[in-house]
């Protein structure tokens, strides 16, 4: 919602409506992380990761993230990152369950995640030590 608000669309109905694709994709990815993280809870009840602070100027992505809300898009230029920010969005959720589930076996998730080819999110992991 950041990228649509920061491009002044985020109460453009019209605008969003071209995005239903999309939209509809990032509500189920968080439905199905919400599911996982309370399978991961069942799994692992005392949270099996150090306390850390996970400073999020140190996370690449996180950084360029944040660095793009200033782009002033025009709207075939924001249709286009948001696409891509959804694709992102499929493969940091890849990301967090397969590297999850390497430490937590047990997790009975029904999402099977895809390979993940780029890893983000080493720098949070490592931090927390999962």
Same mark, same amino acid.
């Given at each position: ?7 002044e #669309? /985020?109460? &453009? ?9 999309? !939209?509809?994709?990032? $509500? ?21 990761a ?8 140190n996370?690449?992505?996180?950084t ?7 782009? #002033? /898009?025009? &709207? ?6 948001f696409?891509?920010? !959804?694709?992102?969005i $499929? ?6 369950i ?6 937590q ?8 995640p895809?390979p ?15």
């Amino acid at each position: 919602p950041a990228l649509l608000y920061f491009n002044e #669309k /985020l109460t &453009d109905a019209r605008f969003i409506q071209s995005l239903a694709s999309g !939209v509809e994709d990032i $509500r189920e990815m968080n439905l199905q992380m919400q599911t996982f993280f309370r399978e991961w809870y069942e799994a692992d009840p005392n949270v099996d990761a150090d306390a850390a602070f996970v400073d999020q100027s140190n996370i690449e992505i996180m950084t360029r993230l944040n660095k793009e809300l200033t782009d #002033k /898009l025009n &709207d075939s230029e924001l249709k286009d990152r948001f696409r891509q920010n !959804v694709i992102l969005i $499929r493969d940091l959720m890849n990301e967090i369950i397969s590297r999850v589930k390497i430490s937590q076996p047990n997790i009975t998730s029904k999402i099977k995640p895809e390979p993940v080819l780029h890893p983000r999110l080493d720098p949070v992991f490592e931090t927390l030590n999962v």
